[in-house]
């Protein structure tokens, strides 16, 4: 009898020496903790007490030859473990369920957690994510070092990633020539927004949007949409094979302009205005989907993250220990957004804890779907 948790931990490099003192395998650890953040824990305590409840219920799928870990042999293996090579696993088990479906959509953001202080340009531990948006699985995940931007991390995060046929969509922190061209050397295609203080970059789209208009648009595509449960509209207007960029952007098919106006009841209240660079070369409204659906991001992951997985709360700091759980946590809501079960992911997780069978449901997924 096997889980595919055991599958994916089978080759993760064990950061402990070889001695006779190392009592608990690496593949126990792993599979434990995962198990028991699905499950509702969100502490070492927690992860080693689920351990102990369910030492029954893993004793056909795990040896524990010296029974469950200690909360502090948790949080040490974990404080040592390789968060890259951590997370590249479990990006590939997820990647494996996307090739079925289709992998369209990545977004790449990052996300700090608030209460996990580390010297970075946030000031607490911020970790950079790749999301497959249609699928609602995590890709991967870079954890920024001390003293580090999330601009350093992301091109090591998309060279982990297969983005043949993709769309990556990035924010304006990311709009640099040389992420834009990695994403086409390995194969995919790019929205990104355009960086306010990028101002050659900025004024020459302008400009394209200015002839533009002198020609009253002439073979632009343009389109709109209203949110009404967000009181939003948006309106898109789209220049193919813009002429007098900077040199340097890899491929770039066309140039966009989304517009946004809040309405409070039925009048304008608030209007923005943002550029995209694109490589893809299609009509505004499919263009305004990957734009508008870049933000699932931020509900879809992170705001799962703070209200179900308290994450913000989390104060794991020792070593890589915070950027191992919280790449956890993600697979964690990944994996329970898929299961087709009714309630929120905070139930999914109590159910979890209380029904074996339910747990090992979701632990199956990615292998069953």
Known sequence: MSIPLLAVFADV??????????????????????????????????????????????????????GVPSPDTFERVFAKLDPDAFADRFGRWMAAACESTGLVHVAIDGKSARRSTKNTFTGCLHLVEAWAVENRLILGQRSVPEGGHEITKAPDLLGALDLTGAVVTVDAAFCQKELVSQIRTQGGHYVVCVKGNQKGLRGAVAEVFARAGEDAFAGCDMGSAVEDGHEEERYVTV???????????????????????????????????????????????????????????????????????????????????????????????????????????????????????????????????
């Open 13 to 66: 490099p064990d950061p402990r020496r070889e001695t006779k003192n190392k009592l608990h395998e690496l593949v126990d650890i792993l599979t434990l903790a995962t198990c028991a953040v699905i499950a509702g824990a969100d502490g070492w305590d927690q992860v080693a007490a689920f351990g102990r409840a369910k030492q029954t219920l893993f004793a056909p799928y795990l040896r524990l030859p010296h």
């Open 239 to 369: 220049v193919e094979d813009p002429e007098g960029l900077p040199s340097g952007w890899a491929d770039v098919g066309a140039v966009a302009l989304v517009c946004r106006e809040r309405v409070v009841n039925g009048k304008p209240n608030e209007s923005t205005a943002h550029y995209y660079l694109t490589s893809l070369r299609i009509g505004a409204v499919e263009l305004a989907g990957y734009i508008r659906n870049h933000w699932g991001i931020e509900n879809g992951l992170h705001w799962c993250l703070d209200i179900a997985f308290r994450e913000d709360d989390s104060r794991a700091r020792a070593g890589h220990a915070g950027a191992n759980l919280g790449m956890i946590r993600r697979v964690a809501l990944s994996l329970l957004q898929r299961a087709d079960t009714k309630g929120s992911i905070r139930t999914r997780r109590m159910k979890a804890a209380w029904d074996d069978q339910y747990l090992l449901k979701v632990l199956k997924i990615l292998t069953t779907k």
